[in-house]
């Protein structure tokens, strides 16, 4: 895998995005969060997951208002989405949150963003620049705040990446304009608090975008692919898109953007990460795809195991595997696994047997392995 991009880090609360810290996990709420009460609980079950910094749509002033009191009953930094109206924005500073992401593609007069950018580098608190190929500003149109229809912007006319002629105006060259304007407006007021993020449903676009950026900022970026769609296709979408740029070394902080509970943004997040083992958080399960071979039902098993380790911060690698012959092996890299068969399973750890039970027995005597490693390792057994 190649070097990671260098980038200034910022701490968000007391997180720190970019540098040498490792690439966080994060998540937006999807409560009404003027119902304080509801987001609140949200997060904490978020918390409970590793999600490590959360965002909060600022739709109205009650909204921003709100962010105070969710801040107070949170543990992880919390993060104001503005867009359109920069007195949100203010007011969010005001109530203490620990980032602001804005929109330079809905908030685009460049007196209102100065105003937002003074009171944070007063507050010392980072600024997301959050590029969204939905909300662009239109063509010719960076910077300006009026004259223009929003369903007339002459952006869906620009060719993605990889259609664009050479020499021709593409929409990867107005995203990383749209995003060097915003970032020109907070260096102008000596603010280097800065982090980015270039995001579009069209996946080579997103990577273009993030790519030709990187080379011309030092700044962390936020990765993510937008409106990617259901926990299913969304996370695959994310994954291709996300895994591309990771494994070049780009990006600092990840959002998987998904039609579902946030926690499935939290879990499929993670689960990039491990696949390219930039981080190691919790469970990894191993499973066999099943065949002709397998005596028992193996996706039935697999989804039971996940069930019964779900939660799990334990740094554990189970392997569920459903032949007695190659299934120790095919998985010997896992701490521990079982390998099911007729009326009977072996329980084997770094590929070798450790014992055999009853089929009956198997899950007891799986998690009762799970937890003796993971004592061995030091680490908490439970949820």
């Excluded at 998904?258 to 958080?281: C, F, M, T, W």
Aim: hydrophobic share 40%.
């Amino acid at each position: 895998m190649p070097t990671r991009r260098a980038t200034k880090p910022v701490y968000i609360g007391g997180v720190k995005v970019g540098g040498d810290a490792p690439i966080t996990v994060q998540s937006m709420t999807k409560t009404d969060t003027r119902n304080v009460a509801a987001t609140v609980r949200q997060i904490k079950e978020l918390e409970d997951l590793g999600c490590e910094i959360i965002r909060c749509a600022v739709p109205d002033m009650a909204a921003a208002q709100a962010l105070g009191e969710i801040k107070r009953q949170i543990k992880i930094p919390l993060v104001a989405d503005i867009h359109f109206h920069y007195q949100l924005a203010l007011e969010s500073l005001r109530q203490g949150v620990d980032c602001l992401r804005l929109n330079p593609g809905n908030l685009r007069n460049p007196e209102h963003v100065r105003q937002v950018v003074r009171l944070a580098k007063e507050r010392q608190i980072p600024i997301r620049i959050g590029v969204n190929f939905g909300s662009l500003p239109p063509v010719d149109g960076i910077g300006k705040s009026g004259g223009f229809s929003r369903h007339m912007d002459m952006v869906n006319k620009l060719p993605k990446a990889q259609q664009a002629k050479e020499g021709e105006y593409s929409v990867v060259d107005h995203m990383v304009a749209t995003g060097l304007w915003e970032i020109s407006l907070l260096e102008d007021e000596d603010f280097d608090l800065i982090k980015i993020s270039l995001k579009a449903f069209d996946v080579p676009t997103t990577v273009e975008a993030y790519r030709r950026l990187a080379a011309l900022v030092p700044y962390p970026f936020h990765l993510g692919i937008t409106e990617a769609g259901t926990a299913f296709g969304g996370s695959i979408r994310s994954a291709v898109g996300l895994a591309v740029m990771l494994y070049e070394g780009i990006g600092d902080t990840i959002r998987v953007s998904l039609s579902d509970e946030p926690h499935e943004e939290v879990k499929a997040g993670y689960e990039i990460l491990k696949s390219l083992n930039l981080r190691q958080k919790g469970m990894t399960l191993v499973a066999c795809p099943s065949c002709g071979r397998a005596d028992v039902d193996i996706r039935r098993l697999a989804n039971d195991v996940e069930a019964m380790l779900k939660g799990m911060k334990s740094l554990v690698k189970v392997a569920v595997m459903g032949c007695e012959v190659n299934g120790p092996g095919e998985a010997k890299d896992a701490d521990v696994g079982i390998a099911a068969g007729v009326g009977r399973a072996i329980i084997f750890r770094k590929g070798q047997k450790a014992k055999v039970v009853a089929a009956a027995d198997m899950m007891t005597a799986l998690m009762e392995e799970v937890r003796k490693v993971a004592e061995e390792k030091g680490a908490p057994v439970g949820v």
